[in-house]
T-cell receptor, first 115, second 118 residues
Framework: AQSVSQHNHHVILSEAASLELGCNYS??????LFWYVQYPGQHLQLLLK??????LVKGIKGFEAEFIKSKFSFNLRKPSVQWSDTAEYFCAVKGRSSNTGKLIFGQGTTLQVKP | DTGVSQNPRHKITKRGQNVTFRCDPI?????LYWYRQTLGQGPEFLTY????????KSRLLSDRFSAERPKGSFSTLEIQRTEQGDSAMYLCASSLYGLAASGANVLTFGAGSRLTVL
């Protein structure tokens, strides 16, 4: 079955700490991968995406993610978090050959950054 | 505001009542998606349209749920005979699909409509 698993449900960090959020997917075929972020009281926003090519993808606000095909993973990283990064983060997958554009989301990780 | 707009933002209803949500996508987007999100979970796909055609429905979508996109622009999601288990955030997203679209289908989400069934 197609699925996305985010290992960390709730992460608490201090400002300036480094961040890595895990994401593993199960999908038969080549994929497009996404990270979305939802800041408190706001709608889901695209943080970054991977389609093809360089497996290290850079997104907005200093975030990056690395696609490791052999591990079916797409972990999100940021070297130094800020209080404003407090949000919920969702990993999502789509089959690259799929015509639907339908995204399958993980259950999300809540990140709390302490000032 | 040129984003995806959803109304109402909040709806409280009694069990058994019908509710309708509206979504206005980004104007040039030809695809429109409905998702449902409950507390502590990621969004779950419900259905999507390409222009006015409803191309896929999830098995999550019971026969009490119906969605339309009559002119290929805005969409409505109606829930009949609401149940407490229907309480959730209903998210709408839109995207541009086709030869004119660069890259893969990237969804832009609205703020959602929160339903509380008492």
């Amino acid at each position: 079955a197609q699925s996305v698993s985010q290992h960390n449900h709730h992460v608490i960090l201090s400002e300036a700490a480094s961040l890595e959020l895990g994401c593993n997917y199960s999908y038969g075929g080549t994929v497009n991968l996404f990270w979305y972020v939802q800041y408190p009281g706001q709608h889901l926003q695209l943080l970054l995406k991977y389609f093809s090519g360089d497996p290290l993808v850079k997104g907005i606000k200093g975030f990056e993610a690395e696609f490791i095909k052999s591990k079916f993973s797409f972990n999100l990283r940021k070297p130094s978090v800020q209080w404003s990064d407090t949000a919920e983060y969702f990993c999502a997958v789509k089959g690259r050959s799929s015509n639907t554009g339908k995204l399958i989301f993980g259950q999300g990780t809540t990140l709390q950054v302490k000032p | 505001d040129t984003g995806v707009s959803q109304n109402p933002r909040h709806k409280i209803t009694k069990r058994g009542q019908n509710v309708t949500f509206r979504c206005d996508p980004i104007s040039e987007h030809n695809r429109l998606y409905w998702y449902r999100q409950t507390l502590g979970q990621g969004p779950e796909f419900l259905t999507y349209f390409q222009n006015e055609a409803q191309l896929e429905k999830s098995r999550l979508l019971s026969d009490r749920f119906s969605a339309e996109r009559p002119k290929g622009s805005f969409s409505t999601l109606e829930i009949q005979r609401t149940e407490q288990g229907d309480s959730a955030m209903y998210l709408c997203a839109s995207s541009l699909y086709g030869l004119a679209a660069s890259g893969a289908n990237v969804l832009t989400f609205g703020a959602g409509s929160r339903l509380t069934v008492l």
